[in-house]
């Protein structure tokens, strides 16, 4: 209950499943009782007559309820005095007249309290905690009568009849209202939909709107000039005023026309302070014309410069520029930076600039400046009676010509990156393969009669580890797999992995090469092994870097294995007997297997090989095998192998070799300390700290 100065209101919940048992009506009868003979002084005399209104009009549902406030009324019969007024106009007759015997009045939802004096009270506002924009003013011609009404139910008429007058507005430039539509979260208002989206979220869109080929100046005329005319339209409806006017209730549809929406909802929802707000509506909360004449400025220098709404160089912080605008600092006002380069476009810059100046009646309205705009927009082409289907048109050509510019250049930017998919696949996995997985999505393994494969592993890896910290290792092994893997790049072969300081190559799959697999193979080895001569650790100078190469031909089968980070792997004991053909094998020897040399007697090059003779392999038993050491007629300059006699003493020579390095380079890098201390104490008087030497030390701290 909400009471005082002899005014009251009462809210009694309403359910669609409440029952006569404890009707809300019933409620308010019990409290007359006691209300009405309650006499406050100076507030509330004793009351001891009424007049019952109800209303003949209301729904089915809410007949119960009404007729609840006349079924007790002999339970307060006998302290008031009763009377009830079944229509509107016996309600309106009562209150006008002079000889009335009451100045209360119950009826459904309210009670309306009636006073003599305005003065008196309008000075006693302090009493009500009813929210004031629910308390109207009745017309009443008797100047020494006043009439105030409490409606609950005002919000939801008003909105109601917004709505109403919404249906009926149909134009080009402003989104199509459809109605409303409830759900448990809320009530929605249906609008338009345009498939472009937003005005803010087109001036983005550098890439798909380019300013070059497709936002130019004539572009961006005809878009303030759709604004000007759908809130042309709008000013002069029933609608009368935006009030929410900002490039993002501007929405483009697939013609690239841009309409308005979001107007209409003043009733519903509050309008707040953001950048494209009037200063006038800043200081003081509301609504007008000129403000959306404001707004539309602040819009137009988006398009123009297209960067963020207020867009200035001096200030960024939005809530600075919110104040500034709020608070003018003498006559200069604050406003966003505007600019055009051309002198032509004069007319457009004085134009925007009289839109947003601080005395609302100086800013034209939209009538105006939809002619302005019309007006700069023909001088544009020479052309004074160009009509709106002639503009339609020539946007339409120009969103077509940028489409066929942007379609040329996305398919150049997607053949560019299908490329270089295509190239990184093609690194990881062999051609064919990469072809079968796109177009099948599958690989099936495939058995090969005859290929060559090669391994190579580095001789005392583990010591050269020992020695070096991880990231040398990474660098060194980096080094040494980018020079062979340039080196491959010269010969038919495909390298199938590397696993730690082990590479391993093939030739003869995926695409089968006859009997060039093994030649390839062979002198692929001779040109690492070329290198391996010549190559330099950079974190260990000086120290001999050794590697065992092991070659063997034979069958195999070969796939792709797993489907995350899928691998192309080789499956036979042809792979197994490559590998312990490294692994028996010397340092700085190209060791091949017998088979390896049969095939390469069969073709055209002259390889030349020394017999090592039978050489105990795991699971094979003594095989016959071979030192590759060159092709007749050709120059390698292979590094010199040691023997396998001295092979034990160079290793421990190597790990010695290693640790007299690094010593001295740690003497040698302690000497160049040495060196720099001495030379800072040479320049110090007495070796104190420099910022002791100043006069004043906290100048330096």
């Given at each position: 209950c909400q009471s005082g100065a002899g005014s009251f209101g009462l809210s009694c919940d309403y359910k669609d499943k409440l029952t006569r048992l404890l009707p809300p009506a019933r409620k308010i009868s019990e409290f007359f009782v006691h209300f009405w003979n309650v006499s406050f002084t100076n507030l509330k005399p004793m009351w001891k007559t009424a007049y019952i209104y109800k209303k003949l009009d209301n729904t089915e549902e809410c007949f119960w309820y009404i007729n609840a406030l006349e079924a007790p009324s002999a339970l307060f019969a006998s302290n008031i005095s009763r009377e009830m007024l079944r229509s509107q106009g016996d309600l309106e007759d009562k209150m006008k007249a002079q000889d009335r015997h009451s100045n209360n009045v119950l009826r459904h939802a309210s009670v309306c309290i009636f006073r003599q004096n305005r003065r008196v009270r309008f000075d006693q506002k302090k009493w009500s905690h009813i929210n004031p924009s629910l308390i109207t003013l009745l017309d009443d011609k008797e100047r020494n009568h006043i009439s105030l009404t409490v409606k609950a139910t005002i919000h939801l008429s008003v909105s109601c009849f917004f709505f109403s007058q919404l249906l009926h507005i149909d134009y080009y430039n402003l989104t199509k209202f459809y109605g409303t539509a409830k759900f448990d979260c809320g009530v929605f208002g249906v609008f338009e939909f345009c498939e472009r989206g937003s005005l803010r979220y087109v001036l983005n869109d550098k890439i798909s709107y380019p300013d070059e080929s497709f936002m130019d100046l004539e572009f961006k005329i005809s878009v303030m000039y759709d604004i000007a005319k759908g809130m042309s339209y709008l000013h002069s409806s029933n609608v009368g005023v935006h009030g929410r006017l900002k490039s993002t209730n501007c929405v483009v549809d697939n013609r690239m026309v841009v309409k308005i929406t979001d107007f209409g909802c003043n009733t519903i929802l509050t309008p707040g302070k953001d950048l494209w707000t009037a200063p006038e509506h800043m200081r003081v909360q509301g609504i007008s014309q000129k403000g959306d004449v404001y707004s539309f400025a602040i819009i137009s220098q988006e398009i123009i410069l297209r960067k963020n709404p207020f867009h200035t160089c001096c200030c960024s912080d939005m809530a600075e520029k919110l104040y500034l605008v709020q608070y003018p600092r003498g006559p200069n006002v604050f406003r966003p930076?505007?600019?055009?380069?051309?002198?032509?476009?004069?007319?457009?810059?004085?134009?925007?600039?009289?839109?947003?100046?601080?005395?609302?009646?100086?800013?034209?309205?939209?009538?105006?400046?939809?002619?302005?705009?019309?007006?700069?927009?023909?001088?544009?082409?020479?052309?004074?009676?160009?009509?709106?289907?002639?503009?339609?048109?020539?946007?339409?050509?120009?969103?077509?010509?940028?489409?066929?510019?942007?379609?040329?250049?996305?398919?150049?930017?997607?053949?560019?990156?299908?490329?270089?998919?295509?190239?990184?696949?093609?690194?990881?996995?062999?051609?064919?393969?990469?072809?079968?997985?796109?177009?099948?999505?599958?690989?099936?393994?495939?058995?090969?009669?005859?290929?060559?494969?090669?391994?190579?592993?580095?001789?005392?890896?583990?010591?050269?580890?020992?020695?070096?910290?991880?990231?040398?290792?990474?660098?060194?092994?980096?080094?040494?797999?980018?020079?062979?893997?340039?080196?491959?790049?010269?010969?038919?072969?495909?390298?199938?992995?590397t696993i730690g300081d082990a590479y391993m190559v093939a030739s003869g799959l995926p695409r089968r090469n006859g009997n060039r697999h093994a030649v390839d193979i062979c002198l692929m080895a001779l040109d690492i092994l070329k290198f391996m001569g010549t190559y330099q650790l950079r974190h260990l100078p000086g120290i001999p870097l050794w590697i065992r190469i092991g070659i063997h031909s034979g069958p195999c089968a070969a796939g792709v294995v797993g489907?995350?980070?899928?691998?192309?792997?080789?499956?036979?004991?042809?792979?197994?007997?490559?590998?312990?053909?490294?692994?028996?094998?010397?340092?700085?020897?190209?060791?091949?297997?017998?088979?390896?040399?049969?095939?390469?007697?069969?073709?055209?090059?002259?390889?030349?090989?020394?017999?090592?003779?039978?050489?105990?392999?795991?699971?094979?038993?003594?095989?016959?095998?071979?030192?590759?050491?060159?092709?007749?007629?050709?120059?390698?300059?292979?590094?010199?192998?040691?023997?396998?006699?001295?092979?034990?003493?160079?290793?421990?020579?190597?790990?010695?070799?290693?640790?007299?390095?690094?010593?001295?380079?740690?003497?040698?890098?302690?000497?160049?300390?040495?060196t720099r201390q001495r030379r800072t104490q040479r320049h110090s008087s007495d070796g104190q700290p420099e910022y002791l030497h100043l006069n004043d030390p906290t100048t330096y701290l």
């Open positions: 930076d505007l600019s055009f380069e051309s002198v032509g476009e004069t007319e457009l810059f004085v134009l925007i600039k009289s839109c947003w100046e601080e005395d609302p009646e100086k800013r034209p309205d939209f009538k105006r400046i939809e002619g302005a705009l019309g007006k700069i927009f023909s001088n544009l082409h020479n052309q004074a009676n160009a009509s709106y289907m002639d503009n339609l048109i020539r946007r339409l050509q120009m969103y077509s010509r940028n489409l066929e510019h942007l379609v040329e250049e996305r398919t150049a930017l997607y053949k560019a990156e299908r490329d270089r998919a295509d190239q990184l696949n093609f690194m990881l996995l062999p051609g064919p393969v990469v072809r079968s997985l796109k177009e099948t999505g599958c690989v099936e393994p495939e058995l090969y009669d005859e290929v060559t494969i090669y391994f190579s592993d580095i001789v005392c890896f583990t010591t050269l580890c020992h020695h070096s910290t991880p990231m040398e290792v990474v660098d060194m092994l980096n080094d040494i797999y980018k020079n062979f893997d340039s080196i491959l790049d010269h010969h038919d072969v495909y390298k199938v992995e489907n995350k980070m899928p691998r192309y792997c080789l499956f036979g004991d042809t792979v197994n007997t490559a590998s312990r053909m490294e692994s028996t094998g010397l340092p700085l020897r190209i060791h091949v297997s017998e088979s390896t040399i049969k095939i390469l007697q069969r073709t055209d090059c002259q390889f030349e090989c020394e017999h090592r003779g039978e050489t105990y392999l795991k699971g094979k038993g003594k095989e016959m095998t071979y030192w590759l050491t060159g092709v007749t007629g050709q120059k390698y300059n292979l590094p010199t192998p040691p023997t396998a006699e001295n092979f034990q003493r160079l290793q421990q020579d190597l790990a010695e070799r290693i640790v007299s390095t690094l010593d001295k380079r740690g003497n040698e890098r302690r000497k160049t300390l040495s």
